[in-house]
């Protein structure tokens, strides 16, 4: 199995930082876009940002713009999503993604990838 697997997240206080980690032990990331996405309560899941195998290119929901940065490093075969001035509203359960093929631009749709990390929960509460 090609799994993602994640790490981090917890519980943030307004104003918090955090860093999520997503990895993998058979396949090399960096040949892949790599999304992360989000489930809120109540809220269908939402992309929040993706990076792009060639050029690196990054995008981001604008409800994370300016907070959230996601970036590669290419050494740990892992891709970061590092959350700052964390928001009420951010708390959810975290999941990386990636495509079946390699090469293709990352898009904020969920419908693009077809592999998931196993979630992580990130709680922002006071």
């Known amino acids: 199995q090609l799994h993602l697997v994640q790490s981090g997240g917890g519980l943030v206080h307004p104003g918090g930082s955090l860093r999520l980690s997503c990895t993998a032990s058979?396949?090399?990331?960096?040949?892949?876009?790599i999304g992360w996405f989000r489930r809120s309560p109540g809220k269908e899941r939402e992309g929040v940002s993706c990076?792009?195998?060639?050029?690196?290119?990054?995008r981001y929901a604008d409800s994370v713009k300016g907070r959230f940065t996601i970036s590669r490093d290419n050494a740990k075969n892992a891709v970061y999503l590092q959350i700052n001035s964390a928001e009420p509203a951010d708390t959810g359960e975290y999941f990386c993604?990636?495509?079946?093929?390699?090469?293709?631009?990352?898009?904020?749709?969920?419908?693009?990838?077809?592999?998931w990390g196993q979630g992580t929960q990130v709680t922002v509460s006071s």
């Open positions: 993604g990636r495509p079946t093929y390699r090469g293709r631009p990352c898009v904020l749709g969920a419908n693009a990838y077809d592999f």
């Open positions: 990076i792009s195998p060639s050029d690196g290119t990054s």
């Open positions: 058979e396949l090399r990331l960096n040949y892949y876009a």
